[in-house]
């Protein structure tokens, strides 16, 4: 019991791993396919959560609105508030990597796919299995996009630059930044619910804990 629990214990920084680029474009064949597939698993993960219907997270309630407005899918919505985040970095002089692109790309197709494959429960149990899964995907893909050194996604590197560009910590940056779109996203037409306050509570945690699993399973 002992050392499954000390597996699962939360990593305090991001791992060095065999598969992290020296650079944002540091392409080699592995790392660009562990890129994809986290960031995918990141895509189906929220979609889990947003098919949970008992509250998304903040940038999906976002999406999901911007999709009713606009009568197009979530994943689209996605793809278009992604785009717009990184065009608002090129007053803050920031440069995207690979990976910043293809977090774009392939998170909002993963979206899509999960919405289609992952049938919306009506029993709550069903429904807060939906959200924690989701969370812990949400959690293992993003542990192993950024382990892969090739760029933060659009909303990391906005919060990022704001901070270096006006001095806010980054925490009241990103506080700031996820109050306004889950504000926004819910006046759209959002879904905000126990599933927001779920993923806010613990999605750091399990982001921390998938990058405690990934450094034991890379250091062994």
């Known amino acids: 019991m002992v050392s499954w629990m000390n597996f699962f214990r939360p990593h305090k920084t991001v791992p060095k791993t065999p598969w992290t680029g020296s650079h944002p474009w540091d392409l080699a064949p592995m790392r660009v396919v562990i890129l994809s597939l986290g960031l995918f698993v990141f895509g189906l993960g929220d979609s889990l959560v947003i098919q949970s219907t008992l509250g998304n997270a903040p940038w999906s309630v976002l999406a999901q ?45 993963a979206i899509d796919i999960g919405i289609w494959l992952f049938p919306s429960p009506t029993a709550f149990p069903s429904q807060l299995a939906y959200v924690l899964v989701g969370i812990a995907m949400v959690g293992a893909g993003s542990a192993f996009y950024i382990t892969c050194g090739l760029g933060p996604g659009p909303r990391d590197g906005w919060m990022t630059a704001l901070h270096k560009r006006t001095g806010v910590r980054v925490g009241r940056v990103r ?46």
């Open 65 to 109: 609105g911007i999709s009713g407005q606009l009568d197009i899918s979530i994943g689209t919505a996605t793809l278009l508030v992604s785009a717009i985040v990184l065009a608002m970095w090129l007053p803050l002089r920031e440069r995207p990597g690979f990976g910043t692109i293809m977090n774009i790309l392939i998170i909002a197709g």
């Open 175 to 220: 506080l700031g930044i996820e109050l306004t779109v889950l504000t926004l996203g819910w006046f759209l037409g959002g879904t905000v619910g126990l599933g927001t306050a779920l993923f806010a509570l613990f999605i750091g945690y399990s982001v921390a804990i998938s990058f405690g699993v990934v450094s034991r399973l890379t250091t062994r």
